[in-house]
């Protein structure tokens, strides 16, 4: 797909745009309302395709967790044990079905997962992705913060748990992850999914070790790279650093068709997962 339709679709799902004025700039790049109606199914999320690891495998078990301030779903191995936790951080669309089968899938790698829905004191996620978004755009730093560390206490406190726990987060997600690991020393590590950087004089702060994947053609959140990579490595510290050329942010979500790039996100998947074991034990 040209990428002058994903540049477009990234301003609106960002809150460049509403639906109306985005279909409109879409007409006219595509130089038709037929061409923009077909491609509007191509450039939006299809949970028809989230499951890659479906509810009711054999090898994990889920429940509806509630935490101090908050809830999420929550996924571990159905053996019993002790396991590495995760808090997984959606994003800026709230708790769908995308998010949720990532937590079956890294329940399916051997952690405790908790899908933190930011969005459940305003009701939760509604079915609307756009007015999810809407939603997100109401949560203040604070609040969000006080729900991330609220969900890695609860996660860290789970009987399936080993005692510590680890964070991973997509685009609005990837961003809270850094927050996070500015706001909570207890957080073992942080995998950061073409998220937004912590400011450089936050950066001081942050103790977890960090791995950070970005999509190269991601001009918008890559601008921010630079400056960080300098303030870790002022700060000493602990960090690894993709970006992979070719790939669009939000290069991981599967029910993407014009941004999901497979064979960038099994390698992001396979790096995450091996960051985490490493640290989170």
């Known amino acids: 797909m040209d990428q002058k339709y994903i540049n477009l679709f990234d301003r609106f799902t960002h809150g460049g745009m509403n639906r109306r004025d985005f279909m409109e700039k879409l007409t006219l790049l595509a130089g038709s309302s037929t061409a923009a ?5 191509l450039l939006e999320n299809n949970y028809a395709r989230a499951d890659i690891l479906p509810e009711g495998d054999p090898r994990i078990v889920s429940q509806t967790l509630e935490f101090a301030g908050g809830a999420g779903y929550f996924v571990k191995p159905s053996a019993e044990g002790k396991y590495p936790g995760v808090v997984v951080i959606h994003e800026n669309r709230g708790l769908n079905p995308h998010i949720k089968d990532v937590a079956r899938r890294m329940a399916a790698e051997g ?5 933190v829905d930011y969005l459940h004191g305003l009701g939760g996620t509604p079915e609307d992705p756009d007015k999810a978004r809407d939603m997100i755009g109401t ?7 006080a729900t991330s560390v609220a969900a890695l206490a609860s996660v860290k406190a789970n009987p399936a748990s080993n005692g510590k726990s680890g964070a991973m987060g997509f685009c609005w997600g990837g961003g809270t992850v850094g927050a996070l690991a500015v706001a909570d020393s ?9 998220g937004r950087q912590p400011a450089d004089a936050d950066v001081p702060k942050i103790t977890a070790p960090l791995l950070l994947q970005y999509g190269g053609l991601d001009e918008r959140i890559n601008a921010g790279i630079p400056a960080f990579e300098a303030a870790l490595k002022a700060n000493n510290k602990v960090y690894e650093l993709y970006v992979y050329e070719g790939a669009n942010h939000a290069f991981n979500n599967d029910t993407n068709a014009a941004r999901y790039n497979k064979d960038v996100a099994e390698l992001a998947w396979s790096r995450t ?3 985490l074991k490493k640290y989170v034990v």
């Open 37 to 41: 109606t077909a491609l509007l199914p």
């Open 111 to 115: 952690f405790a997962a908790l899908a």
């Open 139 to 145: 949560l203040t730093p604070e609040g969000i913060n």
């Open 186 to 194: 207890g957080l073992s590590a942080g995998a950061v999914y073409y």
């Open 273 to 275: 997962v091996a960051f």
